[in-house]
């Protein structure tokens, strides 16, 4: 990799970060830019879920003083996601990245939809949630965990719809909280990648402390930012996504 190509990653790295702090789906841009550069494609997944864990760290540091992550559930929504992302993780080594375009559309179109037809949802802290809305939040937790672990890409904008529509939270909240949890999902599927050896860990490390450099900077403002702010970047920026991926699996 020649300087220029590695500049323009740890660009596109950063901008990334501090963006997908409140939008997630940084490896919907990341991971095909690695792969731009001519990177196999499941060491650019295993770099990239490497480098996530520096995001992850950095986008959570900022909510730590803050009453957002003061869940009682929140054990139990990380357990499900570790148990989740060690199934995703094993399934990269059979499933070919290449199939993900679609889905990956077909899941940013529902969350748009979702978020449309809900606007209410994750402006204003509402009542507790059902305990069937809890079950299927608890399930999707683990649905999505696995996917997280098997690519990311998508995986916390999901997540971050789950909670606000089963759970009842802001999306200040959901934000918080899956940071936490992508913390664990990026661990858990980078030790499995680690043991395949499939992590280049000198650009992991460039482009991870690039990351963390952009989540702490994106995750500072979020905190001072409305939950209206936050549905209408994180809407514009889904529906850009939706689009894209859609365009890019038709091609």
Do not use: H
């Not at 990269?92 to 037809?117: K, N, R």
């Not at 963390?212 to 994106?218: L, Q």
Request: hydrophobic content about 55%; cysteine-free; aromatic content about 10%.
């Amino acid at each position: 990799m020649t300087n220029i190509e590695l500049i323009s990653l740890i660009a596109i790295f950063f901008f990334t970060s501090v963006v997908g702090i409140v939008t997630g789906s940084n490896s919907l841009i990341t991971v095909p830019a690695m792969l731009e550069f001519d990177i196999d494609p499941a060491k650019a997944i295993a770099t990239n879920m490497f480098a996530l864990i520096f995001m992850s760290i950095g986008g959570t540091i900022p909510f730590l003083k803050s009453d957002v992550l003061k869940r009682p559930d929140l054990p139990l929504l990380s357990v499900l996601t570790v148990v989740g992302s060690i199934l995703g993780a094993l399934l990269v080594i059979i499933i070919p990245s290449d199939t993900m375009p679609l889905l990956i559309s077909i899941f940013m179109i529902a969350v748009t939809v979702f978020s449309v037809i809900n606007k209410n949802k994750g402006i204003e802290k509402i009542e507790k949630p059902s305990p069937t809305a809890l079950k299927i939040g608890y399930g999707l937790t683990f649905g999505l965990g696995i996917y997280g672990g098997f690519f990311s890409g998508g995986y916390v904008t999901t997540l971050t719809a789950s909670f606000i529509g089963f759970f009842n939270m802001t999306f200040i909240e959901a934000i918080a909280i899956t940071k936490v949890l992508n913390i664990f999902s990026s661990i858990i599927a980078t030790l499995i990648f680690m043991t395949q050896g499939l992590v280049d860990y000198q650009l992991g490390i460039i482009l991870g402390i690039t990351m963390f450099v952009g989540a702490v900077i994106g995750a500072k403002v979020v905190t001072k930012m409305s939950n209206l702010w936050l549905r209408r970047i994180f809407l514009v920026v889904v529906i850009f996504l939706a689009v894209r991926n859609l365009l890019q699996w038709i091609s």
